[in-house]
């Protein structure tokens, strides 16, 4: 039973996002450490990392910051985010 794996969906915008992130924490290892001190969960965040990255065409294409920041732009809009409402302000 400890060996079951977990399936997560996600989005693409989500899964974009979040592995453009998680690259940005952990490229940073101390930023990592501050984030997660439990280095027990680190085995969780590289087996994400590494699922995504191989998942991800995005990651490899020429235009990433532009698609980075669409899906960005998408997700925040879904979630109706007051950095939208600042922005207008």
Known sequence: MDDEPVIIKLTRDQAFVLSDWLYEVMMQS???D???PDRAVWSGIYAISGTLETTLPEVFMPDYAGRLEQARRRLLEA????EDDEAGA
Request: avoid cysteine.
């Open 34 to 36: 501050a984030i997660v």
């Open 30 to 32: 101390d930023k990592l």
């Open 79 to 82: 979630a109706g985010s007051d």
